[in-house]
């Protein structure tokens, strides 16, 4: 049995970090995920300078055989209606390819790594967690994803009870005559709103890559959904006609619906497997990024792996991103003063969809990066 003092399930964004924060902390740390690296990681993949601030990602470097696409724009719309195009100037967000952002930051991680590896089991022994009956520690963090073996261990694993957004989309290379008829620009992503507002779709260009998906609260109408989006934005000219037929699926929790515990006794979630993706736009990079840096100032300071000495940690996250039994704006992306009929208009709105739906929904500019150094 080798013994570590944190074991954490999970190399994306959330694990990698946690990994990296508690670096010079003196402790020993095991980092176990499912997939080897680099891996195919389904998502649309934009990160603002905030998240390359607090993570300390110095931009030539990274963008150095690596894509890394500046967005100074915005075009937002309604399905069925005309789009409005916001330009911000400065570079507000940069695009990213997962496969290559996961692998970059685990490869900042030193600490002994066990991919390509599931966790087949986690039981209690002693005080301790074994995990696979090989390794074993007083702590383990669960950075897996919505459906991360450690919160499933916590008992509010995915459930019926909870209200999840389930998205689908591709992200492919397109060849040089795909990309001469494609409209989409890269500095410029498209977000696109369902008609119920209880979703949106987007067209993301980062060079030669194009990534089309949508994500809705209601699963059973998903495929139609994109479907329907996807043949409007190919008779519009804004995609090329022939694309990939296999879009792939996700899920993952809004932080106002997720009723997950944070903390148990030697046991703490971070990132998507605790359910902190934004409410208003369903990103959950930098939550993922902040959860990660909050848990390793927790875990350097606590005592003991107590539930009640981790508890600070979920105190940490309340205040930062808001009380999860007092959130006021309940529900997908938009609030309930949004509704429809007034929706269509404000969604023609440069104001509204510039001040609201990008700069605090998508962007949140109004918030600092986090304070805690990696």
């Not at 998205?167 to 492919?172: I, S, W």
Request: charged letters at 20%; glycine letters at 10%.
């Amino acid at each position: 049995m080798d013994y570590y003092d944190l074991i954490i399930v999970g190399a994306g964004p959330a694990g990698s970090t946690l990994a990296s924060a508690l670096g010079n902390s003196g402790k020993r740390i095991l980092i176990i995920d499912k997939q080897g690296f680099p891996r195919d990681k389904t998502c649309a993949g934009w990160v603002t300078p905030a998240v390359m601030e607090t993570l300390n990602i110095d931009l030539q470097d990274y963008g150095t055989g690596r894509t890394l696409q500046p967005i100074r724009r915005f075009r937002i719309g309604m399905m069925g209606q005309a789009a409005v195009e916001n330009d911000h100037g400065d570079v507000v967000s940069y695009g990213i390819r997962r496969f290559e952002f996961d692998e970059y930051l685990l490869s900042r991680v030193t600490c002994p790594k066990q991919l390509a590896t599931p966790v087949k089991s986690i039981v209690r022994r002693g005080g301790n967690w074994v995990i696979n009956e090989t390794w074993e520690a007083p702590l383990v963090v669960g950075a897996g994803g919505h459906f991360c073996p450690v919160a499933r261990l916590l008992g509010e694993g995915p459930g019926s009870h909870e209200t999840v957004v389930a998205a689908k989309e591709v992200e492919f290379e397109m060849t040089p005559e795909q990309a001469s008829v494609c409209q989409a620009r890269g500095d410029t992503p498209e977000l696109w709103f369902c008609r119920d507002l209880k979703g949106y779709a987007w067209v993301f260009r980062k060079g030669n890559y194009l990534n089309i998906g949508l994500g809705r609260e209601d699963n059973h109408k998903l495929t139609g959904h994109l479907q329907a989006f996807v043949e409007e934005m190919k008779s519009a000219g804004r995609i090329p006609a022939d694309l990939p037929g296999h879009f792939k699926g996700h899920a993952y929790l809004l932080y106002a619906h997720a009723e997950r515990p944070l903390v148990d006794d030697g046991m703490l979630l971070i990132g998507d497997s605790a359910g902190l993706a934004y409410t208003q736009s369903g990103e959950g990079i930098r939550p993922a990024i902040e959860s990660a840096l909050m848990a390793a100032d927790v875990i350097r300071h606590a005592p003991d792996s107590s539930a009640s000495s981790l508890q600070v940690y979920g105190d940490a996250i309340a205040e930062r991103f808001g009380n999860r039994a007092a959130d006021t704006e309940q529900g997908w992306q938009v609030p309930d003063w949004v509704k429809m009929p007034l929706a269509s208009t404000l969604m023609r709105s440069h104001w509204f969809t510039r001040k609201v739906v990008t700069e605090k929904w998508f962007l949140h500019q109004a918030v600092p990066p986090l304070q805690i150094a990696v």
